[in-house]
Nanobody
Framework: QVQLVESGGGSVQAGGSLRLSCAAF????????MAWFRQPPGKEREGVAA??????TNYADSVNGRFTISQDNAKNLYLQMNSLKPEDTAIYYC???????????????????WGRGTQVTVSS
């Protein structure tokens, strides 16, 4: 089993930055694929960015060039968010799975492990 705990959310004005963290506990070898998802108010959960054990990364078009996903040796996950926009407002979730999900990284149902989320609010 793997436990994922997000932190770093908060409120920021448009154009600002935040850095989200996701601490992984337990059997971290179950975290070959890790990703950030978000769920805006009244909308479905959507993939933001993902990283695999070989370092390959993927980004949603809406955040490409503004957000950067990274991981440390302890399998903790990070999301650096720059040039934030009001439409980035959402609950952000960390997800993990032991399989390679390169072709389906943005499909939430593929991930076995989830954190509880952290709120990000961007005001105009």
């Amino acid at each position: 089993q793997v436990q994922l705990v997000e932190s770093g959310g908060g409120s920021v004005q448009a154009g600002g930055s935040l850095r989200l963290s996701c601490a992984a506990f337990g059997y971290t070898y179950y975290t070959y694929s890790m990703a950030w998802f978000r769920q805006p108010p009244g909308k479905e959960r959507e993939g933001v960015a993902a990283i695999e054990g070989d370092g390959n990364t993927n980004y949603a078009d809406s955040v490409n060039g503004r957000f950067t996903i990274s991981q440390d040796n302890a399998k903790n996950l990070y999301l650096q968010m720059n040039s934030l926009k009001p439409e980035d407002t959402a609950i952000y979730y960390c997800a993990a799975d032991p399989r390679s999900l390169r072709g389906t990284w943005d499909q939430a149902h593929k991930y076995n492990y989830w954190g509880r989320g952290t709120q990000v609010t961007v005001s105009s």
